[in-house]
């Protein structure tokens, strides 16, 4: 059964998250209060409706307790995005993210419940950065203030050799999740295979592990 997904607020921010959440298989029910974000989001979801997200009258009707989240993205109406939060969880949505402004508005949204705050500017800041800083690495996206998901080229040092007898998760303290082969990715990938020179790596670890294996 597909997962089942509401994103309030067709910003740059909404609207990404819910084109790319459609393109990964979900059901996506996109909403917003200016007709025209939601004409220009309408072929790429699954429905796109205008509406106001502090009516939480509205947002009882839409069904939201059988969603499996909400991505609550109207930042700039912090009241909006504050009652939209607030009636999500009170109705039993199981994940609530929400956009905040500020570390006030994130404050808030945590005290009702928001299972997770996001600086969408802020995280994309560190991101660029971090990309800047470690240049084998093609992506860097920051798991929390010490964890991260990286891809990275196979390292010279590694090519030829297995991830069994790398022994990575002892030897480097990362987790090799995936190998991406041209467009081709590879999920869980069989240890016993030799690594080529030009495939990339999808890791996990500590930021200062990862820094290590450049």
């Known amino acids: 059964m597909k997962k089942q997904y509401a994103v309030f607020g067709l910003g740059g921010f909404g ?13 996506v029910v996109a909403i917003d209060a200016n007709m025209e974000r939601v004409e220009a989001i309408a072929n790429q979801v699954s429905y796109a409706m205008k509406a106001d997200i502090e009516d939480a009258d509205f947002i009882r009707s839409l069904g939201t307790r059988n969603l499996d989240g909400v991505v609550v993205a109207a930042s700039d109406n912090m009241e909006a995005s504050i009652m939209a939060t607030l009636v999500c969880k009170e109705i039993g949505v199981p994940y609530v993210m929400a956009k905040a402004k500020n570390e006030l508005h994130a404050t808030v949204l945590k005290k009702i419940g928001a299972d997770s705050i ?27 203030p010490d964890y991260s998901l990286v891809e990275t080229e196979v390292p010279k040092k590694w090519v030829g050799r297995t991830l069994l007898e790398l022994d990575v998760r002892k030897t480097y303290d990362v987790i090799v999740v995936g190998i991406k082969m041209g467009d081709k990715v590879e999920v869980n990938p069989d240890p016993r295979e030799q690594l080529k020179e030009g495939n990339v790596l999808i890791l996990i670890g500590s930021n200062r592990a990862l820094e290590a294996i450049q």
């Open 118 to 144: 996001i600086f969408p500017e802020k995280e994309m800041g560190t991101r660029v950065a971090r990309n800047l800083m470690s240049a084998n690495f093609t992506d860097w996206i920051a798991l929390s």
């Open 15 to 27: 609207e990404s998250v819910a084109v790319e959440l459609q393109k990964l298989g979900c059901e």
